[in-house]
């Protein structure tokens, strides 16, 4: 069955950063575009980046533009996100998910002022 196991998070300074992988199994990743979401305690849920199948990134959301990077290795079924100058606004659960809809359990991302 699919699996979406993110990693990477945790407790950082404001300027930090931290690199967050997702890990996929139980589809064929490389057919798949891919993003990150973040959701916040009391707030919606807001698109952070995607990518498409072949590793160009599709859009991001204005407020990380410029600090965070995403990426993916079809070869390791994984994808990334590269966050630096944290902020944080920028704390809150991260997943990852795939074009059909799917979530993991997401991996939490806290950024002290």
């Known amino acids: 069955q699919v699996q979406l196991v993110e990693s990477g998070g945790g407790l950082v300074q404001a300027g930090g950063s931290l690199k967050l992988s997702c890990a996929t199994t139980g589809f064929i990743f490389a057919n798949y575009v891919m993003s990150w979401y973040r959701q916040a305690p009391g707030k919606e849920r807001e698109l952070v980046a995607i990518?498409?199948?072949?590793?160009?990134?599709?859009n991001y959301a204005d407020s990380v533009k410029g600090r965070f990077t995403i990426s993916r290795d079809n070869a390791k079924n994984t994808l990334y996100l590269q966050m630096n100058s944290l902020r944080p606004e920028d704390t809150a659960t991260y997943y990852c998910?795939?074009?059909?809809?799917?979530r993991g359990q997401g991996t939490q991302v806290t950024v002290s002022s």
């Open positions: 990518i498409d199948t072949a590793g160009r990134p599709a």
């Open positions: 998910v795939p074009s059909f809809g799917y």
